[in-house]
């Protein structure tokens, strides 16, 4: 739960995340009474005597314990900054999070994150598909540490990660569960909580078994991972939080003891975000419940218009989960709404697809998602052509699949450029 400032409450009652993203955590009388937050644009920071240097140093590398209510003193922008403090604070409120790190990346989140809390013998069991920088992350250079990655099915239910877990030795030795849910681009989800449950399970006195979630795709509007036991939040700041295609970012959320280990980690791997790209997220923060939510509704009239058209075979939209699907229970317990990634099969293969996406007039071909404005890729041979071909079919991602980012724009406006696009196809 998040230890809330006193502006967050009237009379008592906790106001909503959207009311206090204007001013939480800053206070104009800081900065000649600028109603915003400036730009704190320093790379480091006066003390006002050697003392409390002294003080503040002591605190920063945990030479001392930190009295109650005594917040690290402002040092050097690598350890910590003014806008980057603030967003945090703003951030965590979104997720009822205790705190908070921004990073330079989604990237630099996730592997920051792992790097904190992964040992030379753990396994990471991690479900499939994941965004392919993390693939290469798990697959690629943790191997080179000792860490053995082992995949799921994301579509595959609980039994999937029960069946690996199943393994004494695989069991002794999870580090960490790591989710990226809805799956990109199939929008398969995992249970969170039965991972929590099972994360919990195999943790030890001197060991904790982590659940970690990728919540970049629906959050933190639409699911919230702590609320259902998961430790860690992880987003790439790139997409919906940012929500203009105008900056690069990360944010890792959890419980205070957990981040202030992440913490140390970036402070010494160097991988906080500027308080430039702070500053932006913070801006950023204020529309975000409007932008998402203009984007949700957008995309339930794109994919209604999708699935009746006939040349379209399948569409991957949460919104048209129905009641006896598996996963309808999961979407029902852990999601809000089915935020605003779509995927489709159009009907043929490789070739009708890229018709297409060649046709699209304002729909833009690109990948990255999340922004204000609507774009289309084909997985297969973009943001999934590393995968294996047979792995990529196993996990749903066929030739003929598009991927649709909706935006805030009209919604017959998008429908339009859809349809003529797929007359061309
Ligand atoms: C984009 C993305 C990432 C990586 O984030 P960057 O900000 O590009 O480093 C990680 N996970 C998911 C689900 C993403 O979509």
Same mark, same amino acid.
């Given at each position: 739960?998040?230890?809330?400032?006193?502006?967050? $409450?009237?009379?008592?009652?906790?106001?909503?995340?959207?009311?206090?993203?204007?001013?939480?955590?800053?206070?104009?009388?800081? @900065? !000649?009474?600028?109603?915003?937050?400036?730009?704190?644009?320093? @790379?480091?920071?006066?003390?006002?005597?050697?003392?409390?240097?002294?003080?503040?140093?002591? &605190?920063?590398?945990?030479?001392?314990?930190?009295?109650?209510?005594?917040?690290?003193?402002?040092?050097?922008?690598?350890?910590?900054?003014?806008?980057?403090?603030?967003?945090?604070?703003?951030?965590?409120?979104?997720?009822?999070?205790?705190?908070?790190?921004? $990073?330079?990346?989604?990237?630099?989140?996730?592997?920051?994150?792992?790097?904190?809390?992964?040992?030379?013998?753990?396994?990471?069991?991690?479900? !499939?598909?994941?965004?392919?920088?993390?693939?290469?992350? &798990?697959?690629?250079?943790?191997? +080179?540490?000792?860490?053995?990655?082992?995949?799921?099915?994301?579509?595959?239910?609980?039994?999937?990660?029960?069946?690996?877990?199943?393994?004494?030795?695989?069991?002794?030795? &999870?580090?960490?569960?790591?989710?990226?849910?809805?799956?990109?681009?199939?929008?398969?989800?995992?249970?969170?909580?039965?991972?929590?449950?099972?994360? *919990?399970?195999? @943790?030890?006195?001197?060991?904790?078994?982590?659940?970690?979630?990728?919540?970049?795709?629906?959050?933190?509007?639409?699911?919230?991972?702590?609320?259902?036991?998961?430790?860690?939040?992880?987003? %790439?700041?790139?997409?919906?939080?940012?929500?203009? %295609?105008?900056?690069?970012?990360?944010?890792?959320?959890?419980?205070?003891?957990?981040?202030?280990? =992440?913490?140390?980690?970036?402070?010494?791997?160097?991988?906080?975000?500027?308080?430039?790209?702070?500053? #932006?997220?913070?801006?950023?923060?204020?529309?975000?419940?409007?932008?998402?939510?203009? +984007?949700?509704?957008?995309?339930?009239?794109?994919?209604?218009?999708?699935?009746?058209?006939?040349?379209?075979?399948?569409?991957?939209?949460?919104?048209?989960?129905?009641?006896?699907?598996?996963?309808?229970?999961?979407?029902?317990? +852990?999601?809000?709404?089915?935020?605003?990634?779509?995927?489709?099969?159009?009907?043929?293969? +490789?070739?009708?697809?890229?018709? $297409?996406?060649?046709?699209?007039?304002?729909?833009?071909?690109? =990948? %990255?998602?999340?922004?204000?404005? %609507?774009?289309?890729?084909?997985?297969?041979?973009?943001?999934?052509?590393?995968?294996?071909?047979?792995?990529?079919?196993?996990?749903?991602?066929?030739? *003929?699949?598009?991927? #649709?980012?909706?935006?805030?724009?009209?919604?017959?406006?998008?429908?339009?450029?859809?349809? *003529?696009?797929?007359?061309?196809?």
């Amino acid at each position: 739960m998040v230890k809330r400032k006193s502006e967050a $409450f009237i009379n008592g009652k906790a106001l909503r995340p959207e009311s206090l993203m204007m001013g939480y955590g800053y206070h104009p009388e800081w @900065s !000649e009474g600028a109603i915003k937050c400036p730009i704190f644009q320093t @790379s480091t920071f006066t003390f006002k005597n050697a003392e409390e240097s002294k003080a503040f140093f002591e &605190l920063a590398y945990g030479l001392r314990k930190r009295d109650p209510n005594e917040e690290l003193g402002l040092i050097y922008s690598r350890l910590n900054n003014p806008d980057l403090e603030i967003l945090e604070d703003r951030l965590a409120l979104w997720d009822d999070a205790e705190a908070g790190a921004v $990073f330079s990346s989604g990237m630099s989140a996730i592997s920051t994150t792992l790097l904190s809390f992964l040992r030379p013998g753990d396994v990471i069991l991690h479900s !499939e598909p994941v965004y392919g920088g993390t693939d290469y992350l &798990l697959k690629q250079i943790l191997p +080179q540490f000792n860490i053995r990655p082992i995949g799921f099915l994301a579509n595959g239910g609980i039994e999937a990660i029960e069946r690996v877990l199943a393994d004494p030795d695989v069991a002794h030795r &999870l580090g960490m569960i790591y989710l990226e849910i809805p799956a990109n681009p199939t929008n398969a989800l995992v249970d969170i909580a039965a991972c929590a449950a099972l994360a *919990q399970r195999r @943790s030890s006195s001197e060991r904790r078994g982590l659940l970690a979630v990728d919540n970049t795709f629906l959050g933190p509007l639409w699911q919230q991972p702590l609320k259902h036991g998961a430790d860690l939040a992880l987003y %790439s700041a790139t997409k919906f939080i940012g929500g203009h %295609s105008d900056l690069i970012a990360g944010v890792c959320l959890g419980a205070a003891d957990l981040i202030a280990h =992440v913490k140390t980690m970036r402070t010494i791997m160097g991988t906080m975000a500027d308080p430039w790209t702070g500053w #932006l997220l913070m801006r950023s923060l204020e529309t975000l419940k409007l932008r998402m939510t203009s +984007q949700m509704k957008n995309a339930r009239y794109v994919a209604n218009f999708l699935a009746e058209h006939p040349r379209v075979e399948r569409v991957y939209y949460l919104g048209h989960l129905v009641e006896d699907d598996p996963q309808y229970p999961i979407y029902r317990k +852990q999601c809000s709404a089915p935020g605003s990634m779509i995927a489709f099969d159009i009907v043929g293969g +490789q070739a009708e697809a890229f018709r $297409f996406l060649n046709a699209l007039e304002h729909i833009k071909l690109a =990948v %990255s998602l999340g922004g204000t404005e %609507s774009l289309a890729e084909h997985p297969a041979t973009m943001t999934h052509a590393d995968v294996d071909p047979e792995e990529r079919i196993e996990m749903g991602i066929t030739d *003929q699949m598009v991927r #649709l980012s909706v935006g805030i724009e009209h919604p017959e406006d998008l429908i339009a450029d859809l349809e *003529q696009a797929l007359a061309a196809a």
